[in-house]
């Protein structure tokens, strides 16, 4: 079975501090890797996603980035964090060869707090 | 633009007592539409794809419908675990899910 993990699970960091969020999948290979993140009293909002080594999209600008640096790795980045970029992020997979329009698997999930 | 609404925002019911969420969406084409639950500190849990109207799927206490405008969560005798907020989504291009607010339901024993 597949599953997907990400670290640290919290984490609180000064404003103009670096970030790096990590997330792994377990149990399959290829998949479709994405990042979303959720502000208190929102809905989940993708930040970037990846169909394959090396090949990153982003849906929002901002201060992040992400890489994707082997196939079932998928970082999330800042050099500088801002105040804003308080939330709850979350990782998530899917099968790519099911086709496009399949169900997206969400990790644990990692809260970070900006002071 | 792709949108997502669901209501209401948040529902309380006793234990045993049946209900329904809604999700009402507009996007250019449905190509999925999704249903997770989310308990609080953690990720989205999958509980339904539906892909076109008339299609239903059901688990346990909970049934997921789909028309062409709307999707509803019929939630029967609910039980306290059940309390979550459930979230709705469309397939927004091919790797985009919009998502709705969420609806908080809470199950009073």
């Known amino acids: 079975s597949q599953t997907i993990h990400q670290w640290p699970a919290t984490l609180v960091q000064p404003v103009g501090s670096p970030l790096s969020l990590e997330c792994t999948v377990e149990?399959?290979?290829?998949?479709?890797l994405y990042w979303y993140r959720q502000a208190a009293g929102r809905g989940l909002q993708l930040l970037f996603y990846?169909?394959?080594?090396?090949?990153i999209s982003s849906e929002v600008p901002q201060n992040l980035s992400a890489s994707r640096p082997q196939d079932r790795q998928f970082i999330l980045s800042s050099k500088k964090l801002l105040l804003s970029d308080s939330g709850f992020y979350l990782c998530?997979?899917?099968?790519?060869?099911?086709?496009?329009?399949?169900?997206?698997?969400f990790g644990p999930g990692t809260r970070l707090t900006v002071l | 633009e792709d949108q997502v609404t669901q209501s209401p925002e948040a529902l309380r019911l006793q234990e045993g007592e049946s209900s329904s969420l809604n999700c009402s969406y507009t996007?250019?084409?449905?190509?999925?539409l999704f249903w997770y639950r989310q308990d609080p500190g953690k990720g989205p849990e999958f509980l339904f794809t539906?892909?076109?109207a008339g299609e239903e799927k059901e688990k346990e206490r909970l049934k997921a419908t789909l028309t062409k405008k709307e999707s509803f969560l019929h939630i029967t005798a609910p039980k306290p675990e059940d309390s979550a907020t459930y979230l709705c989504?469309?397939?927004?291009?091919?790797?985009?899910?919009?998502f709705g607010q969420g609806t908080r339901l809470t199950i009073n024993p």
């Open positions: 989504a469309v397939q927004a291009g091919a790797q985009k899910l919009v």
């Open positions: 996007v250019s084409g449905l190509r999925g």
């Open positions: 149990g399959t290979s290829n998949p479709n």
């Open positions: 998530a997979w899917r099968h790519r060869l099911a086709g496009e329009y399949n169900e997206q698997f």
């Open positions: 990846s169909v394959g080594i090396g090949q």
């Open positions: 539906l892909y076109s």
